[in-house]
């Protein structure tokens, strides 16, 4: 008869037995965590990040968040930042592409309610996100967005007792001067640094003879 310490003996034995074969079967993993940036390492590299990125959700709510800055009691400083705003809106809108994308539409969308968010004069930021609210930024093309801010710049004139803003003069008010040329297409020739059909033989900008090394 078997005593007991036997069958124990046994049972150990099979149980270490197991566990070695588990063991040459699933090799110990190799793999650690970067303390500093929380990613994965393995003997293959990077595979896995356990850092948790930013979702929609978050995004939006730093885009769309409230007032950040506080008020500005200078009143001709909130003049002039006025003027000198207004100028920037119209114009940007005014070249701002006649077919975008869903991307370009979405940058013009978060950046008017960014504006409202860090705009310098708090109680100002506080009215644009209530016309923000009752009027969203028309993205669909320039003339869209265009005529959406000449309407909102209107809705501030009234609130502020001025005179109306023509809208049918947008062009001629805020004309930027750069036309629709491609930038590529407008670089000087005499300023391309890789314009190698000119004079090699002396520097371009000082005239001096440029020294040639041998070999």
């Not at 190799?30 to 990040?49: C, H, K, M, N, S």
Request: aromatic letters at 10%; proline letters at 4%; hydrophobic letters at 40%.
């Amino acid at each position: 008869m078997i005593s007991r310490f036997t069958k124990a003996f046994f049972f150990i034995v099979l149980g270490l037995f197991l566990l070695a074969s588990l063991a040459m079967l699933h090799a110990p993993s190799r793999a650690y965590i970067d303390p500093w940036t929380g990613d994965l390492f393995g003997e293959g590299g990077v595979e896995q990040d356990l850092r948790i990125s930013p979702n929609a959700a978050t995004v939006a709510e730093s885009v769309h968040g409230g007032v950040i800055m506080s008020k500005l009691g200078n009143a001709t400083a909130k003049a002039e930042l006025g003027r000198a705003t207004w100028k920037l809106l119209h114009t940007m809108t005014l070249r701002f592409p006649e077919k975008p994308t869903q991307d370009e539409r979405d940058a013009l969308g978060s950046y008017f309610h960014l504006l409202s968010r860090l705009y310098p004069c708090g109680e100002c930021a506080t009215e644009f996100q209530l016309l923000l609210k009752k009027y969203p930024p028309q993205t669909s093309s320039r003339r869209a967005a265009a005529t959406w801010l000449c309407f909102v710049h209107n809705q501030v004139n009234t609130r502020l007792r001025k005179a109306e803003f023509d809208c049918a003069n947008l062009d001629a008010t805020y004309d930027c001067g750069c036309g629709d040329t491609p930038i590529a297409s407008s670089r000087n020739e005499k300023t391309n640094t890789l314009d190698f059909e000119g004079e090699i033989g002396k520097d371009g900008i000082t005239g001096v003879g440029i020294i040639k090394g041998g070999r």
